[in-house]
């Protein structure tokens, strides 16, 4: 089994940043894509940023492009999701997936592997 867990989550002003990371354990595919998706209240689930098994693509949700950067580190197992300039609008629980194939992808059904969710409130 593959545990997939988030964190950085909390509380922030409008205009602030915030980092969320994410690590897998367990029997982890190497050459995986990883991927950032969020729900916001009411609403469904999005994808927000997705990486290749290298780090060489990206793909980002329109909302979200030149604010959110998506990392991985290899060596570490972990995936960041670096957020600026947020605003009330990216209030939502923020998941990390990964795939069983190396592509950056937004296609939900293609991640097998999913945290529990973690927090982010943007307001003044």
């Known amino acids: 089994q593959v545990h997939v867990e988030e964190s950085g989550g909390g509380l922030v002003q409008p205009g602030g940043s915030l980092t969320l990371s994410c690590v897998a354990s367990?029997?982890?595919?190497?050459?995986?894509?990883m991927g950032w998706f969020r729900r916001a209240p009411g609403k469904e689930r999005e994808v927000v940023a997705a990486?290749?098994?290298?780090?060489?693509?990206?793909t980002y949700a329109d909302s979200v492009k030149g604010r959110f950067t998506i990392s991985r580190d290899n060596a570490k197992n972990t995936e960041d999701l670096q957020m600026n300039s947020l605003n009330p609008e990216d209030t939502a629980v923020y998941y990390c997936?990964?795939?069983?194939?190396?592509?950056?992808?937004?296609?939900?059904?293609?991640?097998?592997?999913w945290g529990q969710g973690t927090q982010v409130t943007v307001s003044s």
């Open positions: 997936a990964r795939t069983t194939v190396p592509i950056a992808t937004s296609r939900s059904e293609l991640y097998r592997y």
């Open positions: 367990g029997r982890t595919v190497s050459r995986d894509g």
């Open positions: 990486i290749n098994w290298s780090g060489g693509d990206t």
